[in-house]
Each structure stands twice: as C-alpha cells, then as structure tokens.
C-alpha cells in the first residue's frame, strides 16, 4: 500500500513537472513570435520591375516602384534585414525593356539602423551595407546612371549622399564612396552635373566630412575629384567645387578640380573651396587641434599643405591663373598665411619649430617666394607685387 501511494506521488509530480515544461515552452514559442514580427510593404505599379526582401528579427521595410502618375520600368530593389531595423526604397522611372533601370541594395545587421534610398529617372546605383547599432544612411539620386556605395561600422554613424544629373550613355556618372568605422561620424556628399567622384573614409568617433561637388549656378560641376581620409576623434574637413559667378553672364562652372584631405589626430580642421577649373588642393595633417583653409579661384591653382604637430594655422587663397603654394609646418603653433592674386606666382615655406609667423602677399605676375624658418618664434612678411 505505502509502495502505491509513493508511485502515484512521483507519477503526479513528473506529471506536473512535464506540464510547466511544455507550459514554458509554449510560451516561450509564442513569445519569440510576437517579439519577432516583421513588417514589409512592396507597393509596384509599372512594368517588369523586382523586390526582393529577406528579414530576421523584428524588421520593417518599404519598396515603392512606380505611382500612378510616375510609372518604374525594371527597377531592382534587394533588402536584407537581421536585427531590428527600417529601410525604405522608392524608384520612379526607367525605361521600358531594358533589363534593368534604377537598382538599391540595402544590407543592415544590428539594432535600430535606419536607411532610405530613393531613385528617379534610369540607371541608378545605390549599395547601403550598415551593421552595429543606430547607424542612419539616406541616398537621393535624380538622373542617370549615379553610384552610391556607402558603408557603415559601428554606432550612431550617419551619412547623406545627393547626386544629380545626367552624363548621357556614360557610365557610372556621379560616384560617391562612403566609408565609416567608429561612432558617431557625420558625412554629407552632394554632387550636382556629371563626372563628379568623391570619397570618404572616417575611423573613430565624431569626425565631420562634408564634400559639395554642386552648382551655385546653372554650370554646375563636371569631373571633379574630392576625397576626405580621417583617423582619430572629432575632426572636421570640407571640400566645396562649386562654379563662379552666380549672377552674372559668365556662367562659369566648376570643372576638372581635385581636392584632397588626410586628418589623422584629434579635433584637426581642413577646408577646401575650388571655384573655377583645373585647380588642385591637398592637406596633410598629423597631430592635434591643426586648422587649413584653402580657397582657389580661376583656373589651374595648386597648393599643398602639411602639418605635423599641434595647434598650427594654414591659411591661403589664390585667384587669378597658374599659381603655386607649398606650406610645410613642422612642429607647434605655427601661422602662414598666403595671398596670391594675378597670374603665375609662386610661393614656398618650410616652418620647422615652434611660435613661427609667415605671411605672404602676392599681385601682379610671376612674382617667386621662398622662405625657410628653422627654430622657434621667427616672423617673415613677404609683399611682391
């Protein structure tokens, strides 16, 4: 009797125990499903256009092809979500029977990413790869035949590309090439006309690019090159290729112009302005806290730039047609500042030490500068005109 009543209690009990089991389970099974709901919307109207979309976890994507009033054609949407993210596709336009018009590849691992991509007209590019937490990255093309590659690791990087404009049967058109490591980096790619290339790569945290290949007149830009490369914390660097003359009849664009922007350090600043064409800038910083600004206007300017230390100035605007500037700052809190206006002058300065001045002022044409300053606190004022 004692024996059957034990065997009842341990039955009842591995019964109960097996109940809260599969009790457990259940609501564990149910639990993962209503955590992890996914949400997609693909709304196409047009002809022979594609969507595909592949997501884990609890993600939310929009694929827009063609309104009522603004058909696709072939346009090509691939989303690949695992985390919890948003990514959103709208393409408008093509042209019909072409295998493929407008196309947006969007890849994006981790929490809370965000990514819109929106293309019109034909031929467009857009690959968006994001993974880490908080990353945001919005590309707009209007045209033909535009890239956009961008790239992000880590957290709470954003970038922006806008690229318009139209080169005809060549391709690609505009590219922009953005590239991030780190948190918190800032990037801002504008590109307006055709043939524009630009790249940035930002590793570390809260460094700031900006590029404008874009048209303050109908001109516009053609070909040119920027490229921005930061390595360190809280750097900034801009690079404007703009046309000249905004208002007036000349209508000149910006053309044939490179630019180019090493920062390797912390809270270094670097700024590039090209208006006019055939102009050539670059900018070399290593160390702490440097600051460069460079403004070229006319045609077939060149300047370089190095600084290696800290807290040290550059300086210097040409205008006018063929001149040439070589600053070379070695050391701490150096200043140059150079002046060149007219037609083919040329100026060089070596800075090795700390405390030095250098100021250069340059007119007419053909005028030549060099100056060495070696040691500490030596102060050179040239005027040539």
Known sequence: MKENLINQFFNHLIFIIMKKAIFCATALMFGAVAFAQNTSDVDQEGNDNSASINQVGSNTSTVLQGVASNLAYSNNAIIDQKGSSTSTVKQFDGRDGENENNRATVTQRGENHNSMVEQLDDDNIAVVSQRGKNNDSDVYQIGSSNLADVSQRGNGNMSSVIQSGDAGSIEPNNEAYVKQRGRENNSLVIQDNTLNVSFVEQRGHENDARIEQANINPAGGTENYANIFQAGDENEASIVQAGQYPQGSLNLGSYYNEASQTQIGDYNEASVRQEGSGHFALQDQVGD?????????????????????????????????????????????????VYQTGGQHSSTLLQDGDYNIHTVYQSGNGNMSTVDQIGNGNNANVTQN
């Open 289 to 337: 806290s440097n600051w460069a600004d460079d403004f070229q206007k006319g045609a077939s300017q060149k300047s370089h730039v190095i600084q290696e230390g800290d807290h040290n100035i550059s300086a210097s605007l040409q205008n006018g047609f063929g001149h040439y500037s070589k600053v070379e700052q070695l050391g701490d809190w150096n200043n140059s500042d």
